[in-house]
């Protein structure tokens, strides 16, 4: 038997609106969101903004973090989230993701992550 520790839900968002795509203060807004949605406790925040284009952001979660960085030139958004709290519906995040980059063009892994092994 087993358990384990977390879920890691890798995003490829592709043939995204670039309006969401291009700057700090829509990113942060659109994860900020998502979170909410998702039940998230965030703890802290950080975002940086590339030039010309781009952005990079975390936020970090009591359940462990939520990651974007953003490539508007491709139209296509890379999303991390890794949750230690198994039991939050990440379809919902996916479904306000897709609404707000105008997409469904988008593929979603998981990963379970440390599987601990119990004995009995």
């Known amino acids: 038997m087993s358990d384990i520790l ?3 839900y890798l995003l490829d968002f592709y043939n995204c609106n670039n309006d969401y795509l291009v700057s700090v203060s829509k990113v942060k807004k659109v994860m900020i969101k998502a979170g909410e949605i ?4 965030v703890v802290k925040s950080c975002f940086h903004q590339f030039k010309p284009y781009g952005v990079s952001g975390v936020l970090v979660l009591k359940e462990s973090h939520f990651t974007i960085h953003t490539w508007p030139e491709y139209q296509y958004a890379a999303i991390d989230i890794f949750l230690c709290d198994t039991n939050i519906n990440i379809e919902n995040v996916v479904k306000y993701l ?4 105008s997409t469904n ?9 440390g599987v601990i092994q119990i004995t009995t």
């Not at 897709?98 to 980059?101: E, G, I, L, R, Y």
Request: charged share 20%.
């Open 6 to 8: 977390g879920i890691h």
């Open 38 to 41: 998702g039940n998230f406790n």
């Open 98 to 101: 897709c609404d707000v980059f």
């Open 105 to 113: 063009n988008y593929k979603m892994r998981t990963i379970n992550r």
